[in-house]
C-alpha cells in the first residue's frame, strides 16, 4: 500500500518561498514518476508538477508556474520536493503529492498554502 505524507505549507506574503515535502512509503520509491497538483475553494484540482522516475530526469510543470517552481526528488529519503518561488496569491491552495501505481492513483492528504497580498 503507497502512502504518500506531505508536509511544508504555510502562510506566505507575496514574493516569498515555500518548499513542500512528500515523503513515500510502502514500494520501491525510486521506480515511479512523481508529481503534485493544487485545488482552491471552489475549484476543481489541478496539474501543477511533475517529475519522472530516477534514470530520467524529465520535469513537466504548469504554465503557471514555470520558472517559479521546482520539483526534485530524494530517492536515499524516498522523498519528493515542490521549492515555491515568487509565490502569488493566487498560488493559495491546498497542495497533493500524487503516484500512479498499476493504474491506481495514490494522494497525500493535502498540505495549505496560503499567500497574503
Known amino acids: 500500500q503507497v502512502q504518500l505524507v506531505e508536509s511544508g505549507g504555510g502562510l506566505v506574503q507575496a514574493g516569498g518561498s515555500l518548499r513542500l515535502s512528500c515523503a513515500a512509503s510502502?514500494?520501491?520509491?525510486?521506480?515511479?514518476?512523481m508529481g503534485w497538483f493544487r485545488q482552491a475553494p471552489g475549484k476543481e484540482r489541478e496539474f501543477v508538477a511533475a517529475?519522472?522516475?530516477?534514470?530520467?530526469?524529465?520535469?513537466s510543470y504548469a504554465d503557471s508556474v514555470k520558472g517559479r517552481f521546482t520539483i526534485s526528488r530524494d530517492n536515499a529519503q524516498n522523498t519528493v520536493y515542490l521549492q515555491m518561488n515568487g509565490l502569488k496569491p493566487e498560488d493559495t491552495a491546498v497542495y497533493y503529492c500524487?503516484?500512479?501505481?498499476?493504474?491506481?492513483?495514490?494522494w497525500g492528504q493535502g498540505t495549505q498554502v496560503t499567500v497574503s497580498s
Open positions: 500524487h503516484t500512479n501505481e498499476g493504474g491506481t492513483d495514490y
Open positions: 517529475i519522472r522516475r530516477s534514470g530520467g530526469t524529465t520535469y
Open positions: 510502502g514500494r520501491t520509491f525510486s521506480n515511479y514518476a
